[in-house]
């Protein structure tokens, strides 16, 4: 065996899982079939649920540090949402991918976990005890487990054969980098022919310029996804929306979407997991995709960790399909609605252009904002937890306590699962777990609860411990 595991792809979600691995004392080979990681900015940003996780495991204020990444203000269909950046103590920030993915990098490699590329997959086989994978050029790998984080064209997916299913694309759209002059304060907006532009902060450039997100689109030629986006393109789709109100500087970036919304039907084949936009694909609405993968890797990391040192309980790694497909699903019925709404394709069709007028007038609601920001930031996610989901805490992330010398995602950075037990209550109980689970007592002021690795409750209240242990680590040693 040449290792644990191998992770096909090393964008964000194949280093976030690369160092959920490193946390949990697992070896891991991580490969890449590009000579050196892109300089393409791609997704612009991270949201709660993904800053949250990064804080549990002590890589927030480093990646913040990296650069100026402001707090934003969401939208849902080009619908602001103002009250998005109070609703949960770690607001939506612009980070690049770029940023993502040289960030973890850099981590990684400081701890000898650096990708392997030039690595392309041309082969897969698996067994009853691990996965051979072979590559361009004649080198075999052998893991336990092996994940694709390939991806939206993942050789894995297309070598296991999975089965892909969902709607093509039928049109692209225009996404670029860009600096800007005389810019509008909206951040989408439409012409009377269904041209529109959508503007977000990307943050400063070396020389503190201010960058931005340009997204451009509705009616006009819709070009293959291959073909090259030059600068006359984005002055052209400028011109279309603004008139001369705003100019292009400077090009930075910039590619062509489809609309294409795919999931595969299994996260699990056999000893190989899918991951990422290997797994999902849909539109580039909230950065949902990168974050989206991130979670799949925060998901499963621990549950490979858990296999691979032998304590992992019956159908533990089955849960991660159980867990995330219903997650990846969200995520693509609210990139649909959004499209509908924000009249992607610029049909200005009146019964569309009807339904915004009302559901604009809706999301000036609280509630309405609270749903959609949840919604959006992964923060409205919820797990099954079997035999425990009538406490309103089970399934969803933990809070971040204040517990006096320490914080419930410091607790975190171990890896282990944490007990908070402020009554000392469950100490002989939680016992023979204590090599996974680290309990938490002596006056804490918190209501009794069972947090897995990945910072989701799986146990709150003073109904009887053992049932959700044995359920979510294993047998006492």
């Not at 973890?104 to 082969?123: I, K, N, P, T």
Request: glycine content about 10%; aromatic content about 6%.
């Amino acid at each position: 065996m040449d290792t644990d595991v191998l992770i096909v792809g090393a964008g964000p979600t194949g280093m976030t899982l690369a160092n959920e691995l490193l946390i949990a004392g697992v070896s891991t080979v991580l490969v890449d079939k590009l000579s050196q990681r892109s300089d393409l900015s791609k997704a612009g940003g991270v949201q709660s649920r993904t800053l949250e996780a990064l804080d549990q495991r002590g890589l927030l204020e480093p990646l913040l540090a990296t650069g100026d990444h402001p707090v934003t203000t969401g939208h849902f269909a080009g619908i602001p949402l103002p009250l998005h950046s109070n609703r949960h103590r770690l607001p939506w920030r612009s980070v690049p991918q770029v940023v993502i993915e040289g960030f973890f990098e850099q981590h990684l490699a400081a701890h000898d976990r650096s990708a392997r590329r030039d690595h392309e997959l041309v082969g897969l086989a698996q067994d009853d005890d691990g996965v051979d994978a072979t590559f361009a050029g004649g080198t075999t790998l052998r893991s336990r487990y092996l994940v694709a984080a390939d991806g939206a064209h993942s050789t894995v997916r297309s070598l296991l054969r999975a089965k892909f299913p969902g709607q093509p694309g039928t049109l692209t759209i225009i996404a670029a980098d860009v600096r800007l002059s005389g810019e509008p304060s909206t951040s989408h907006t439409w012409n009377e022919d269904g041209r529109w532009a959508a503007l977000f902060p990307l943050g400063t450039d070396s020389q503190g310029r201010p960058l931005r997100r340009l997204v451009l689109g509705g009616q006009g030629p819709s070009l293959p996804r291959e073909t090259p986006v030059t600068e006359e393109d984005i002055r052209h789709g400028l011109r279309a929306v603004f008139g001369t109100r705003v100019h292009l500087l400077e090009l930075r970036y910039a590619r062509r979407i489809t609309n294409a919304s795919r999931q595969v039907e299994q996260y699990r084949h056999g000893r190989v997991f899918l991951a990422g936009d290997a797994a999902h694909v849909h539109l580039p609405l909230g950065a949902q995709g990168m974050n989206t993968g991130m979670q799949d890797a925060l998901n499963l990391g621990w549950k490979l960790g858990a296999a691979v040192h032998g304590w992992a309980p019956q159908n533990l790694l089955d849960t991660y399909h159980t867990e995330r497909h219903p997650a990846g699903a969200a995520v693509l019925r609210n990139v649909r609605a959004q499209s509908l709404l924000m009249d992607w394709a610029g049909t200005r069709d009146p019964d569309v252009l009807a339904a915004r007028e009302i559901f604009t007038a809706m999301a000036r609601l609280p509630d309405v904002q609270h749903h959609l920001t949840d919604l959006m930031s992964g923060m409205a996610n919820r797990y099954p937890m079997p035999g425990t989901e009538t406490h309103p805490l089970v399934g969803r992330p933990a809070p971040d306590l204040d517990l006096g010398p320490t914080r419930v995602h410091e607790l975190l950075r171990a890896g282990h699962g944490i007990l908070l037990d402020p009554a000392d209550r469950f100490a002989g109980v939680a016992g023979p777990w204590s090599d996974r689970v680290d309990r938490v007592g002596q006056g804490a002021d918190a209501e009794p609860m069972l947090i897995r690795p990945d910072g989701y409750v799986c146990w709150a209240g003073e109904d009887d411990l053992s049932p959700a242990l044995d359920r979510w680590f294993g047998g006492p040693r």
